[in-house]
Structure formats: C-alpha cells, structure tokens
C-alpha cells in the first residue's frame, strides 16, 4: 500500500460522513479514524513498531453555524491573555527528565521565559522544549509517554 493511496483514503474519509475506515492488504493495515477533541481539529500519525501497521487518525467535518460562532468567540477570549507552546518537531512527549523523576512542572506552575517544560524525544535524542513566555501553567494538552506531531500544542500558559 503506498502513501498516495494513504492520502487519498484520508481525505475520503475527511470529506465524508464516514468516522472510521480499516483496510488490510498484505499483511498491512490502515486504520483512518475521525475524532474531534476540545474544539480543536486533531490530526495524527503513528506507526506501530510490533505490527508495522500505520494509525492514521484525521479529524472530522466542520462544525456547525452555532458551534462555529462559540469556538470562534472561545478563541479569540483565549487569544488575549493565554499562549500556546507548541512542539516544535514530531516525537514522543515526556513531562520529566525521566521516569522516576519529577514532573518539570505541573499545572499551576509559575514559568518564567527559558524554563525547560517538558522532553520531546525524537530518534533516540532527548530535546528539551523551554517556555518563550512567563506565566503561569494551566493546561498540559499532551499525556505523558504519547506521540506528537509538529506544531501540536503542548501546553497552554496564562500570560502574567
């Protein structure tokens, strides 16, 4: 099965009323899936290392007029006091240095510019990801231990 054909599926299934699709061929299986999550479109790919079988997930149709209006206004109220770090690569996310350490921070922390919050490890390299603003931590939008696209959000910061 080629990435092409990958791609198409995706957005077969994006475009349509369709929510989730399996396909299996040679041993491969693909499994497309929509979900939407907090108001906010979610796509993500991870590959499976037991069964080499990629899990595509993309996310679903447009919401409604009224939904609209709301997560509009919703955003724009979060856009003046609160900011987004995002990830600035594709890996895996990790609150602490490691697994039997603390947490570099929590919600409720207080983070100044610079602060290490979290490791994104990408192809066995550990790769600290600092706050660029001061503020305090309200929201962690990632699980520890999970996969990470380029540019998710990571963390939400209310601005001090």
Same mark, same amino acid.
């Given at each position: ?15 349509? !009323? ?8 040679? !041993? ?12 906010? $479109? ?16 993309? %996310? ?8 609209? $209006? ?9 856009? %003046? ?16 240095? !490691? ?5 570099? $921070?929590?919600?409720? %922390? ?22 660029? $603003? ?10 520890? !231990? ?15």
């Amino acid at each position: 099965m080629d990435l092409d054909l990958i791609k198409k599926l995706v957005k077969i299934v994006d475009t349509s !009323g369709v929510t989730d699709l399996e396909i299996e061929e040679n !041993g491969l299986k693909v499994k497309i899936a929509k979900k939407i999550r907090n108001s906010h $479109v979610v796509t993500q790919t991870q590959l499976s290392g037991l069964s080499a079988a990629p899990i595509i997930s993309a %996310s679903g149709s447009a919401p409604s007029s009224e939904a609209s $209006v709301k997560i509009k206004t919703e955003v724009e109220a979060t856009k %003046s006091n609160h900011h987004e770090i995002k990830s600035p690569i594709v890996g895996t996310f990790y609150r602490a240095p !490691g697994p039997d350490a603390d947490s570099y $921070v929590q919600v409720g %922390s207080v983070v100044s510019a610079g602060s290490v919050l979290c490791i994104v490890e990408a192809m066995k390299l550990m790769n600290e990801i600092e706050s660029d $603003v001061s503020g305090k931590v309200i929201k962690i939008l990632v699980e520890n !231990g999970k996969p990470v696209e380029y540019n998710q959000p990571l963390f939400l910061i209310e601005l001090s």
